[in-house]
């Protein structure tokens, strides 16, 4: 970004190869998206212009002011008062009225942007902390360079700093579920991290999107620059830096060819989904943005398998109240035509945070405070949601999922708070769905063994293998280093697989699988085979989906099933579908 020096170091050409999370080819300049208080821009601005900047500064710290209020008050209430003492320690940082002034000093005196100056001063005092001999004020270091990120993410939005007129690349150490729920899909051509795993939600997201991804990219960071070219082949993992000109035509044969793909599927696109033996199959679509309910219709998907509602929540950086949620989940159902629409409470924790990035420090969000969890830990807020998605029932055929329910008792848990919703909203004299279906995901292996108990009290089941996967075979969705270990083919997930469809025929409840997994061509047959006849998948695997499922024939899915449920190991299973173990 007009940076002299780097201009003077030679471009080099090299390539690497990561973990393909998002396919499709791309070719377009790198944006470099590191640590914000690295990244931000110096400008220089006219003495006109700095009640302006002073001002910028000063409203994005009184928002981070009301955050940390809301963020201590809500923490100090589920976990205790010290527990909040964190937002305290970063609310004070903001009011020592020296660090003001001297932000807002320089800004006069320099003649330069906010961002510009808060970074430089908040490095600055996080130098000084670091080297002090006092353990507590080392600590406190930590804490001046994250509140510095948060006051300029005020100011800039987490996008705001790619440029406006061309669209980019984007390459970084990590990207977060909420950096990738803001992706203005306009201004970003694909994405490569060094850190990350196929099913974090960044990953789930940039496949919805249709954003080409890799993952897994060790070093790559430190060795290019915002600027350089690159081809980005989200199928392969390949990620050509600078490529030479023969490298180029091969990237446009490639991209040549996936259009060819796509033209391909056109046939796919209003046709019923049914098996090669003619069985109807039900395919749905996953969505995290009430407009995406519209191409589920467009694109003839027997409705919406997931609604993940966090999504809204972490775009808009705080949680949203029952006429805002209302407003999403009403506009979902009028985009649906009279379709189902399948609405997911709050899954919020794991690698999805509203606002601060895991607020509770927690060594394993994913085993920890999150989703029903939060829920029912947080009854108004959880009622809230429930009362926004009984009224969005009144006008079409909603339903309501639970996420990472481990066992019956939270099942209950939460159906008493859904009385107790739609007891308010009767007394309110609000209209709402008073029999809506309750389905819950099977994505806990307890949840597996006590499938027939759950499905015996709820409606439907829908099972979530990016979460059953991790939580059966302990490999972090999101972990770069065990994502080789991440094989939803396994046969031991298999037999979960198996357990929990015998679970709903016997209870003559539907179940559908709603994980990654659905959309995968290559483990649609097994699905099918083990008797899943509902699927939901990220929007943009629908047409491939309905084509894989054309192409299969159920008597057959089921010997393969078989098999690869008897195997011995996962390597053989990956034998008997025909894919390669990465
Ligand atoms: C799943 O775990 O498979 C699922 C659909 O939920 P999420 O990916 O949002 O955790
Ligand atoms: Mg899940």
């Known amino acids: 970004m007009g940076d002299g020096k780097s201009m003077e170091r030679e471009r080099s050409t090299f390539q690497m190869t990561g973990i393909p999370v998002s396919p499709g080819v791309v070719l377009g300049p790198v944006m470099l998206f590191g640590d914000i208080l690295d990244e931000v821009e110096t400008l220089s601005i006219q003495p006109s212009q700095i009640d302006f900047e002073v001002k910028r500064f000063s409203d994005a710290v009184t928002l981070v002011k009301q955050e940390l209020a809301r963020d201590a008050e809500r923490i100090s209430g589920e976990l205790g008062p010290s527990e909040a003492d964190i937002f305290l320690v970063h609310s004070m940082i903001l ?50 360079t994250d509140i510095g990120k948060r006051v300029i993410e005020r100011m800039l939005g987490v996008w705001a700093h790619c440029p ?14 909420s950096d990738t729920v803001s992706m203005d899909r306009g201004r970003v051509l694909g994405f490569v991290t060094e850190l990350g795993g196929r099913q974090a939600h960044a990953a789930i997201l940039a496949r919805s999107l249709g954003v080409p991804a890799v993952v897994g990219a060790h070093g790559i960071v430190d060795r290019i620059r915002s600027g350089d070219t690159l081809v980005v082949d989200g199928t ?3 990620v050509l830096v600078n490529p030479s000109d023969e490298l180029v035509r091969g990237f446009k044969q490639k991209q040549e060819q996936e259009a060819l793909d796509w ?134 055929d909603v339903r309501i999922l639970l996420p990472m329910v481990s066992g019956v008792g939270e099942l209950r848990a939460a159906r008493e708070l859904l009385e107790k919703a739609k007891r308010s909203l009767a007394a309110d004299g609000v209209p709402f769905d008073a029999d809506m279906k309750v389905g819950v995901m099977i ?21 979530g293998t990016n979460d059953l996967v991790q939580y059966a075979l302990a490999v972090d969705r999101g972990n770069t280093y065990v994502d080789h270990l991440y094989r939803p083919y396994d046969p031991a997930v298999l037999a979960l697989i198996e357990r929990t469809v015998a679970a709903g025929r016997e209870a003559g409840k539907p179940v559908s699988v709603c994980g990654e ?66």
């Open 517 to 582: 997994m659905a959309g995968a061509t290559e483990y649609i047959p097994l699905l099918l085979g083990l008797g899943v006849r509902e699927l939901s998948v990220a929007m943009s695997r629908v047409l491939f989906a309905r084509r894989a499922i054309a192409m299969t024939d159920i008597g057959e899915a089921e010997t393969l099933a078989s098999r690869a449920v008897a195997a011995v190991t996962a390597s053989e299973v990956a034998e008997l579908i025909g894919i390669n173990q990465s």
């Open 443 to 463: 994505e806990i292996p307890s949840a597996v063994m006590v499938a027939d108990r759950l499905a015996a009290e709820c409606d439907f089941l829908s099972i």
């Open 263 to 396: 033209a391909e599927l056109s046939p796919y696109l209003d046709a019923t989904t049914q098996s090669a033996d003619g069985t109807r199959i039900q395919l749905m679509a996953n969505i995290s943005t009430a407009n995406e309910s519209k191409e589920a219709s467009a694109l003839s998907a027997d409705g919406v398998g997931l609604f993940r509602t966090e999504m809204p929540f972490i775009a808009a950086g705080l949680f949203l109240a029952e006429e805002e949620q209302y407003a999403i989940y009403r506009a979902a159902v009028e985009g649906m035509g009279g379709l189902p629409l399948t609405i997911r409470t709050l899954d919020i924790g794991g690698d999805k945070f509203v606002g601060r990035e895991n607020p509770l420090l927690e060594h394993n969000p994913h085993l920890g405070y999150r989703s029903i969890r939060v829920s029912l830990d947080r009854p108004d807020t959880f009622i809230e949601q429930l009362r926004a998605i009984l009224r969005a029932g009144a006008d079409g």
């Open 164 to 177: 406006l007129t061309h669209p980019v690349i984007i390459v970084t150490r990590e990207l977060r579920a």
């Open 236 to 238: 392969t993992g390949e």
């Open 95 to 144: 009011e020592d009225p020296k660090l003001v002034q001297t932000i807002e000093g320089r800004i006069r005196d320099e003649l330069i942007n906010a961002e510009a100056v808060v970074s430089s001063e908040m490095k600055r005092v996080s130098a000084v902390l670091r080297g002090s001999d006092d353990s507590y004020l080392r600590d406190r270091a930590y804490d001046v």
